[in-house]
């Protein structure tokens, strides 16, 4: 029962491998015509009973189309020391790392064929994903031999790398239209599937599979009919994802006993169908970049003439005091030029910052303006953009999060079963309560290779659209950039840092006063004097006498602090733009980076070789060797054979005939 769980594991990725349609090519054809050939690997690596590798064995599948008697020549990049044709009589011939095979082709014909590699190229294997596990008993490191018939608390740390990282210039459009250049660390994608790892409640309890964020992917636990059931979907995928992460699985165990566990590295760079709203976000940065600019533009310097700070300075040093001879004190029509200029910029700034009267709930994106006309200042788009999260990002995410969660549930775990099928069973335990009826024959074939391998492909879409990762769909497979936690939490974190920098810019406007449409100020008193600083400067303007006291008792006073605080907000609005002009360079440069991760993808796909000419694909699967007593076991290597020969032979494909290895 246990290796036909393997081989149904199994099952899944070849079927996958012969969805693929075989590409024309020329290549040499014996009398016949061969028109194209398909070349799928399934790389399976063991591990002894001590953690070391012990083998690679390589299930090849040749697909070839064409017609008559063809010759095709497959290629292998290592010494073997065994090869053996599955189902067909071909003769395997190897000579000077080619292997030479003649067949009769009449439309589409399959060939497996089982490599060993020798132990020579075993041993300096280099994988592009490096696979490490460690074992722990009561918090001491052992191997896994050593647990065998042991009790005590069970620590096993799979720690997974994508060792594949490249440095490499991009170049791609920036916002303004420009090409520049961007020096990143590209990767081939790789997702790891650490999945169905099984422990025996007879064995096991406390089973738990904990994750850390930004480091270790949290395991999907499972508990039916006395086994428990351990899955992790692992994306090596920067710059979404860490590189290196690590799975980590806790149980308390007695008398303890393992089964092979198995891990399976697919290239692969998942794509999305989900609505694009990173580029509204884009533009909605590119907004808040012009506005600090303006804000950056109008602080300006002490030293730099027609900005806000220049102004300051200016006016303070004219400002004096009575003792000082050209100071307003002394003759305040000195002054009055420079009074004029800076309460134009303070217009200008109070405007820039938020409009009056503009009205957010009348705002119409596509013409930039509200229902009055009114195009939105600096705050009014920040407040803009925080609503727009508020009230529509996040509440979506959440949305998709339950339906998710709901989906789920209606589709259970793949090992559902023994319940009888009602509304609230799951689709697995339904599936597989009607395959046992079924028995054997063809209602049996369809359920197999048929419904459930489409149930795998809907539960592996729901995962992706939580956890990130792969979807199918009817046109192929297309990626899910990122995961819906790690979307709300972005968003939230961009939310946060909005709220603090409206509130902020509250401050400035609360300081400068409200101003009417035409950008005069609205009057405020505090105790009978101007209560904000352009209205302070307007009643300057309008007299000498009330322009002496409120320069000498509150504008003085009032301009000092805000000279420290405007010089705060310009020193902030430099770093804003620093900030978002790398954060829009890192937009523009995404499509430039998923480019590149596509072309590695495609790149990688042969490990043992492939004929000239052909379409090729690679999936790695590492298995640890069993845990169990040796009198009911067979070797490991052996076990993987079984079950590779298992796998090949519940699809009806008949016996397999061993090949002789010819010089």
């Not at 310097?301 to 400002?319: Q, R």
């Not at 006063?513 to 302070?536: H, M, N, Q, R, S």
């Not at 090729?616 to 076990?639: E, M």
Request: hydrophobic residues 40%; proline residues 5%; charged residues 20%.
């Amino acid at each position: 029962m246990k290796n036909r769980c393997r081989i149904h594991k199994l099952v899944a990725v070849i079927l996958g491998l012969l969805l693929v349609a075989a590409n024309p090519l020329a290549a040499f054809s014996a009398g016949g015509n061969l028109s194209g050939i398909k070349d799928n690997e399934l790389v399976l690596t063991t591990f002894d009973a001590n953690g070391n590798v012990s083998g690679i064995q390589v299930l090849n599948h040749l697909r070839i189309s064409g017609e008559g008697q063809v010759q095709v020549t497959d290629k292998s990049a290592y010494s073997l020391t065994s090869l053996r044709n599955l189902y067909g009589k071909e003769k395997l011939v190897v000579q000077d790392g080619q292997i030479a095979i003649n067949t009769q082709v009449e439309g589409l014909k399959d060939i497996y064929y089982l490599a060993t590699l020798d132990q020579s190229a075993v041993k300096d294997m280099k994988f592009p994903v490096n696979i490490d596990i460690q074992y722990f008993l009561d918090g001491q490191q052992v191997k896994p031999a050593e647990l065998l018939g042991k009790s005590g608390h069970l620590k096993i740390v799979v720690t997974v790398e994508n060792t594949t990282g490249t440095p490499k210039v991009l170049e791609f459009q920036n916002d303004q239209g420009e090409t520049v250049s961007k020096e990143a660390v590209i990767f081939t994608p790789y997702v790891v599937s650490l999945s169905g790892w099984k422990f025996d409640n007879r064995y096991f309890d406390n089973v738990t599979a904990p994750g850390v964020g930004g480091e270790s992917p949290e395991g999907v636990v499972t508990d039916v009919q006395g086994v428990t059931t351990v899955s992790w979907t692992i994306p090596l995928i920067p710059p979404s994802y860490p590189s290196k992460q690590y799975a980590v699985l806790e149980a308390d165990g007695r008398n303890i006993q393992l089964d092979s566990f198995d891990i399976a590295i697919i290239p692969v760079l998942p794509e999305s169908s989900q609505t694009d709203s990173l580029s509204g976000i884009k533009t909605a940065f590119e907004k808040l970049y012009s506005g600090f600019e303006s804000i950056e533009q109008g602080v300006g310097a002490e030293s730099k003439p027609d900005t806000l700070l220049y102004g300051f300075n200016t006016l303070l040093k004219g400002l004096g005091n009575e003792r000082a001879e050209g100071t307003v004190i002394n003759g305040l029509r000195q002054i009055s030029s420079g009074i004029d200029s800076l309460y134009s910029n303070l217009v200008k700034i109070r405007m820039g910052i938020a409009t009056p009267g503009f009205d957010p709930a009348t705002f119409n994106a596509a013409q930039g303006k509200d229902a009055g006309g009114r195009s939105p200042g600096a705050k009014d788009a920040i407040d803009l953009v925080r609503s727009s999260v508020d009230k529509q990002l996040i509440p979506a995410v959440d949305a998709q999060q339950q339906l998710v969660a709901g989906l789920n549930g209606v589709i259970g775990n793949p090992a559902d079963v023994g319940q009888t099928p009602s509304a609230t069973t799951s689709l697995y335990n339904d599936i597989n309560t009607l395959k046992s009826l079924a028995g054997s024959g063809p209602a049996a074939d369809l359920i197999s290779k048929a419904i459930i391998p489409k149930i795998n492909v809907l539960s592996g879409n729901l995962s992706a659209l939580e956890k990130g990762g792969q979807i199918t769909t009817s046109a192929g497979q297309v990626d899910f950039p990122a995961s819906l936690v790690a979307v709300k939490a972005g968003l939230g974190q961009v939310n946060d840092s909005l709220a603090r920098t409206s509130a902020g810019l509250d401050q400035v406007v609360q300081g400068l006063g409200d101003v009417k449409a035409d950008g005069t100020p609205v009057p405020v008193l505090l105790e009978g004097k101007p209560g904000t600083i352009l209205f302070a400067m307007a009643t300057i303007k309008d007299g000498s006498d009330a322009l002496y006291q409120g320069v000498s008792g509150q504008v003085v006073p009032g301009l000092k602090k805000m000279q420290s605080g405007v010089a705060q907000i310009g020193e902030g609005a430099s770093t804003a733009k620093v900030s978002l002009a790398a954060g829009l360079v890192d937009l523009s440069s995404a499509g430039a980076i998923k480019d590149s991760l596509k072309a590695n993808v495609e790149a990688v796909d042969t490990f043992l070789g492939k004929p000239d000419g052909a379409q090729g694909s690679v999936i790695y699967v590492f298995r640890t060797a069993p845990v169990k007593p040796a009198a009911g076991g067979l070797t490991n290597g052996l076990i993987a054979l079984v079950v590779l020969l298992g796998l090949l032979a519940a699809l009806g494909r008949g016996q397999s005939t061993p090949v002789k290895m010819e010089a």
